[in-house]
Nanobody
């Protein structure tokens, strides 16, 4: 099954921004939809964004207007730009395809002053 490696997280102050990256083990041109999720301490994994290879994107209400996901098929990469970060955005961020039971290690985003 396809594997995803997330990177780009870090420690930022409230209002800051990061660009998260997702590197799949297979060609993303063969994957219609790739989703972003996050999991905060003590909480369930939350779906936050989706990008499709026909150029569409959609977002959860909690991140709409602040986060942007995109694909670069030439580089075989998926990105999540996270802006206007709030302390409640602190979580481990993951990318995955629908129905894939295998999850990567994710990348930690910590928003703190």
């Amino acid at each position: 099954q396809v594997q995803f490696v997330e990177s780009g997280g870090g420690l930022v102050q409230p209002g800051g921004s990061l660009k998260l990256s997702c590197a799949p083990s297979e060609s993303i041109s063969s994957i219609y939809a790739i989703n972003w999720y996050r999991q905060a301490p003590g909480k369930q994994r939350e779906w936050i964004a989706q990008t499709t290879n026909d150029g569409r994107a959609r977002y959860a209400d909690s991140v709409k207007g602040r986060f942007t996901t995109s694909r670069d098929n030439t580089k075989n990469m998926v990105y999540l730009e996270v802006t206007s970060l709030k302390p409640e955005d602190t979580a481990v961020y993951y990318c995955n395809r629908i129905g894939n039971p295998n999850w990567g290690q994710g990348t930690q985003v910590t928003v703190s002053s």
